[in-house]
């Protein structure tokens, strides 16, 4: 496998000569030590209160990203993981500005939250279907004319500044995009077709953002080169092999959060003292 370095966005990147698949050997077994690992990690940065963990998955249809969630926090306390799978925007959310959903959605101190589909949903989507921008009822925008790459990258300026500022306040922010292959998603949708008990995944929709294909490679080229920074980097994950993206991710994830040396709180003196105390009461019943 190679360095966990080389899948973090530095510099700028072309995903047409970026790998979608690596195979790790014994991925299933080092994915089991990277799950004990992030549990600790997380009971530690619970315990020290100090910090949170958001997550964002990004990928395109059939990427794997919820069977990679199921996988790799199996073994985070049910309470330590919250996971939101952000869809359409409802009334109420277009009645905001486009981040607040996201931002009502974070995770406390002492969390991880998982965004399954982020708020870089609307540099995407919204880029390769820009009427749907319309619905946010936007007083500088008349036409489609103006949702051009301008209007784009300055959402992503502001995305930008979301995420430093929620750096700045203990969010410790980590992002995920699943490269997969077209003909690994073609094998996939062709799965979905044949297994009966995998019907009920399949749209018609697939289909049609199939169709956009080169058009979702170039959005998200755009903004992992945009958007990758220090404080909110982009690691662009080979996913055309599941168990290996889950080994990689889970390996990624422990190494950056170990960074910041979670530290449970230590007791006063004065209770250290009363510990033998609390012992014999206990004892006594």
């Known amino acids: 496998m190679m360095s966990l370095d080389t899948y973090k966005v ?33 009971d530690a ?27 790799v926090f199996k073994d985070v306390n049910a309470r330590g993981v919250v996971v939101h799978s952000f869809k359409v925007p409802t009334e109420l959310e277009l009645k905001h500005d486009f981040l607040w959903r996201h931002y009502i959605a974070l995770p406390a101190k002492g969390k991880i939250g998982v965004f399954n589909r982020t708020h870089y949903e609307n540099v995407l989507v919204t880029r390769v279907h820009p009427a749907y921008v319309f619905g946010e009822n936007i007083p500088t925008v008349h036409s489609l004319d103006d949702l051009n790459d301008e209007f784009y990258h300055n959402r992503m300026d502001r995305i930008n500044d979301f995420e430093h500022h929620l750096a700045k306040n203990g969010t410790i922010i980590l992002k995920f995009f699943l490269n997969l292959s077209k ?4 094998d996939r949708l062709l799965r979905r077709l044949e297994i009966p008990n995998k019907n009920w995944k399949f749209s018609a929709d697939d289909l049609k953002e199939r169709k ?42 422990v190494k950056e959060l170990k960074k910041y040396n979670f530290k449970e709180p230590t007791l006063s003196d004065k209770l250290v003292a009363q510990l033998d105390d609390f012992k014999a009461q206990l004892n006594k019943e």
Do not use: H
């Not at 619970?46 to 990004?58: F, M, N, V």
């Not at 990689?248 to 994830?253: D, F, P, Q, V």
């Open 10 to 42: 530095i510099d700028t990147i072309s995903l047409k000569d970026i790998s979608t698949k690596v195979v790790v050997r014994d991925a299933k077994k080092d994915l089991k030590k990277s799950r004990k690992k992030l549990s600790k990690l997380q």
């Open 45 to 71: 940065m619970y315990a020290e209160g100090k910090y949170s963990a958001l997550i964002c998955l990004q990928g395109m249809d059939t990427s794997g990203k919820d069977s990679l969630i199921r996988e």
């Open 183 to 186: 003909e690994e998603q073609k």
């Open 212 to 253: 956009l294909w080169d058009k979702y490679q170039f959005c998200y080229e755009d903004l992992l080169n945009r958007t990758s920074k220090e404080n909110a980097p982009w690691f662009v994950i080979p996913a055309d092999d599941k168990d290996s993206a889950r080994c990689i991710l889970a390996k990624i994830l």
